[in-house]
């Protein structure tokens, strides 16, 4: 009788084993797809080194290389390109992050960047209607990284 009451439990105790196995298997893959998906806090100096990058294809060529307002194609335009290197000291001494994002993501009007539907970097900082997000978040992100670098060459 002892033989059949084993042949009857190790059935069960394989199944749990199973059972527990792929639930362990399971949990792992939720946590590494979590770590993977977690961007970890950049610096302030990193993000100024990404928004550095963003800034020379966006903004260089009316703004200029070193931020003074004398790109290539300053003088085009009909208005003087501002000098981006003097917006703190323009606002008194502190620069105003908020101000300078509304200026870029077209919440604030400046006639010289476009329309909000049509501004001259294209959808690269515009907002998104991505289902997930994620597109959103990035561009956030590159904005985040461009006020960053612009915060970083105050005079």
């Given at each position: 009788?002892?033989?059949?009451?084993?042949?009857?439990?190790?059935?069960?105790?394989?199944?749990l084993?199973?059972?527990?196995?792929?639930?362990?298997?399971?949990?792992?893959?939720?946590?590494?797809?979590?770590?993977?998906?977690?961007?970890?806090?950049?610096?302030?100096?990193?993000?100024?080194?990404?928004?550095?990058?963003?800034y020379?294809?966006?903004?260089?060529?009316?703004?200029?290389v070193?931020?003074?307002?004398?790109?290539?194609?300053?003088?085009?335009?009909?208005?003087?390109?501002?000098?981006?290197?003097?917006?703190?000291?323009?606002?008194?001494?502190?620069?105003?992050?908020?101000?300078?994002?509304?200026?870029?993501?077209?919440?604030?009007?400046?006639?010289?960047?476009?329309?909000?539907?049509?501004?001259?970097?294209?959808d690269?900082?515009?907002?998104?209607?991505?289902?997930?997000?994620?597109?959103e978040?990035?561009?956030?992100?590159?904005?985040?990284?461009?006020?960053?670098?612009?915060?970083?060459?105050?005079?």
């Amino acid at each position: 009788m002892r033989s059949n009451s084993r042949e009857r439990t190790w059935p069960k105790l394989a199944m749990l084993e199973l059972l527990l196995g792929t639930l362990a298997v399971a949990t792992l893959g939720v946590f590494s797809l979590a770590a993977q998906s977690a961007k970890p806090e950049l610096s302030r100096t990193e993000l100024a080194a990404r928004g550095k990058v963003t800034y020379r294809v966006y903004c260089r060529s009316c703004h200029g290389v070193e931020g003074h307002g004398d790109g290539t194609l300053a003088p085009l335009l009909k208005v003087a390109v501002p000098d981006v290197t003097t917006i703190a000291r323009q606002a008194g001494g502190e620069f105003p992050e908020e101000r300078v994002l509304a200026f870029i993501d077209g919440r604030e009007d400046v006639a010289a960047h476009g329309p909000r539907d049509m501004p001259v970097w294209g959808d690269a900082l515009g907002s998104s209607d991505d289902e997930d997000g994620r597109e959103e978040s990035d561009v956030q992100q590159k904005l985040r990284e461009l006020v960053a670098y612009l915060a970083s060459i105050q005079e």
